[in-house]
């Protein structure tokens, strides 16, 4: 018998991204620039949408 099978997790983009960012063949000041953005842009989003996102009926 084999025990339970762990869930593959999905894929996610920002990894991927920050893995093509790393790989290119542009200049280090020009990579670390895009992996900040890549990290830095969905959070920034996040709290936009916390105080500016739609309100639940009050």
């Known amino acids: 018998m084999t025990g ?3 869930p593959i ?8 991204a920050i893995n093509s960012v ?6 280090t000041g020009a990579k670390l620039i895009w992996v900040l953005l890549v990290l830095v842009l969905p959070i920034v989003g996040f709290i936009i949408w916390l105080m500016a996102g739609p309100r639940g009926a009050r």
């Open 4 to 6: 339970p099978v762990a």
């Open 9 to 16: 997790p999905p894929p996610r983009p920002d990894v991927w």
């Open 22 to 27: 790393i790989g290119s063949g542009s200049t």
